[in-house]
């Protein structure tokens, strides 16, 4: 790093803290004389980076998991939460790290919270006690509102609006003396890294051959002690940047991106101190998945997303759009594979807290995997609380969360085999995920009619069908066993359809099990069941 004389003294330095911005003098010390006067030897964990996993004296145990499961709603329970946990205790601890270091300097907790009888930060040993600690604000990224707002920030600005909103966020947080959470990525994900802001000083640096006049002060779990090589570095005119710690450079890396979290209560939400009950940040809702579907492709119209969330793709992708809708009650999740590679999609969503609604303009079947997820108390009909559909769609298909149940309907043909899952905490404080199954075995019920049609489960945990008979708009009438195609009579139709559907269940050879076509009761549909719908319809015939 070549070294500029500078505008200000050290001692200035010292004296004008906290100040909007400062200027360095004489080479590094001045950073490190400021970032001590932001408090980076007391405020600091003097913990370096680690995996839960592979810590030396320290047993992964079961407390890691279960105080995590007691965090999660009913919402997040139902979405594979170990696989979620698993992920971020392996990535490391920077995340909890610089969360507790933005917490505790910013008054929100206290060291003493951490381990007892501890006035800073950097007096907490690393012990199995602060590891489960620090590894249950690791794990705090997981959950949906804070995974939600990053991804947001990392894709709904530009590389330039991420530079400013930084750069922003550290002037501000220095003037009112706090800490504020870094995330950023570089190289197409390959450089990963979370780290703890502390203000920005002004100056003149060269890194690299590039010149920067920003300086981003960060506590970096990596780091032993404040390090000027960890800190971001920018320029303010070019808004280029870097990280000589981790040879990234915004001139040479294939992409680097930067965001700033300046909300204590996010970062505490679901927190194991003190935790937050409301967050400040207004978190967004719809979260496109498909990596092609990019903000530039909503701002340059090739998706158009309106509200309330109605989702257009004008241009026929070839490959799968996805997305995810989010609300305190609902996560839904639309997932569209393409029916062979020649087979692109366009269509439309149209998503409200209760309804999923999705239109096929692409002249060919698509198949649809959709997901409804909910929090327990927000509707009446069930205690499962998943619901999974898989659904080949021809014209277009909604799926509706009823206080008795889904409603299917469609303006063609609803072809879907279904699954429910809810999520126990039982009295022996052991999580479970439960399916609909029989005889212990994990079932899906498959479902093939033109009709509208209202789904839940019975008292004795079986799927039961219901159709608007009379036309009032009440779908209150059960579907007789034997009536496959839900029409409300039994005949030689049912009879076709259940062979016709026996015939791809035996080849797939899944576990699902068409219910409403299984004539007796054996867990199976086959020509037996064919045969005892024609027998059932005779009988009727002549009675």
Not at 84 to 108: M, P, W, Y
Not at 527 to 533: E, G, K, M, Q
Request: charge should be negative.
């Amino acid at each position: 790093m070549k070294k500029i004389v500078s505008l200000l003294s050290a001692a200035a330095l010292l004296a004008a803290v906290p100040m909007n911005s400062h200027a360095v003098s004489d080479g590094e010390s001045e950073l490190y004389d400021l970032a001590r006067s932001l408090g980076c030897e007391t405020d600091r964990l003097n913990i370096e980076n680690f995996c839960y996993y592979y810590l030396e004296d320290i047993e992964p145990d079961k407390a890691v998991q279960d105080d995590y499961m007691r965090r999660c709603s009913v919402l997040e329970a139902t979405y594979s939460p170990y696989s979620f946990l698993s992920s971020a205790l392996f990535e490391g601890s920077d995340t909890g790290i610089s969360i507790l270091e933005v917490l505790a300097h910013n008054g929100v907790i206290a060291p003493k919270d951490i381990k007892l009888g501890t006035e800073n930060l950097a007096d907490i040993p690393l012990d199995s006690e602060t590891a489960l600690i620090i590894s249950g604000y690791q794990a705090s990224q997981s959950f949906t509102e804070f995974s939600l707002y990053k991804t947001y920030l990392f894709t709904s600005q530009t590389y330039d609006e991420q530079i400013v909103a930084l750069m922003n966020s550290a002037k501000k947080c220095m003037a009112d003396n706090k800490y504020f959470f870094i995330s950023m990525i570089g190289d197409n994900n390959k450089k990963r890294n979370n780290v703890c802001g502390m203000g920005i000083a002004d100056g003149k640096w060269n890194w690299n051959g590039n010149d920067y006049d920003k300086c981003i002060l960060t506590l970096d779990a990596n780091a032993k002690g404040f390090d000027y090589n960890y800190c971001i570095y920018i320029n303010s005119e070019t808004h280029s940047s870097c990280v000589p710690a981790y040879d990234l450079y915004s001139e040479k890396c294939s992409s680097l991106s930067f965001i700033a979290i300046t909300d204590d209560t996010l970062l505490n939400y679901k927190g194991i101190i003190n935790p937050s009950d409301t967050i400040e940040t207004d978190i967004p809702k719809l979260t496109l998945l498909n990596p092609k579907m990019t903000s530039s492709s909503i701002q340059t119209g090739e998706v158009t997303v309106e509200e309330p969330v109605r989702v257009k793709f004008e241009k026929r992708w070839n490959s799968a759009p996805n997305m995810r809708y989010i609300n305190v009650d609902r996560w839904i999740d639309l997932e569209l594979d393409n029916l062979g590679s020649k087979s692109p999609y366009s269509g439309e969503f149209d998503i409200s807290d209760n309804k999923v609604s999705i239109k096929n303009n692409s002249g060919t079947k698509v198949e649809a995997t959709v997901q409804i997820r909910m929090n327990e108390g927000t509707y009446g009909f069930s205690p499962y609380y998943a619901w999974i559909f898989n659904s080949y769609i021809d014209d277009d298909i909604s799926a509706e969360i009823k206080d008795n149940g889904v409603l299917f309907s469609s303006n063609g043909n609803i072809n879907i085999s279904l699954l429910a899952s809810k999520w126990l905490y039982d009295e022996n404080g052991q999580y479970a995920l439960k399916n609909l199954s029989i005889d212990s075995k994990t079932i899906a019920t498959y479902l093939q009619t033109n009709n509208d049609v209202l789904v839940n489960i019975d008292e004795n945990e079986n799927f039961r069908f219901f159709i608007d008979d009379n036309g009032d708009g009440v779908f209150d009438a059960p579907v007789r066993t034997g009536d496959i195609n839900c029409d409300g009579k039994i005949n030689a139709s049912d009879a076709s359809q259940v062979l016709a559907i026996y015939s791809i269940l035996s080849t797939s050879r899944a576990d699902i099990n068409c219910l409403v076509g299984d004539m007796n009761g054996d867990g199976q549909i086959n020509a037996i069941d064919a045969s005892d719908i024609l027998a059932e319809y005779s009988k009727l015939s002549t009675t």
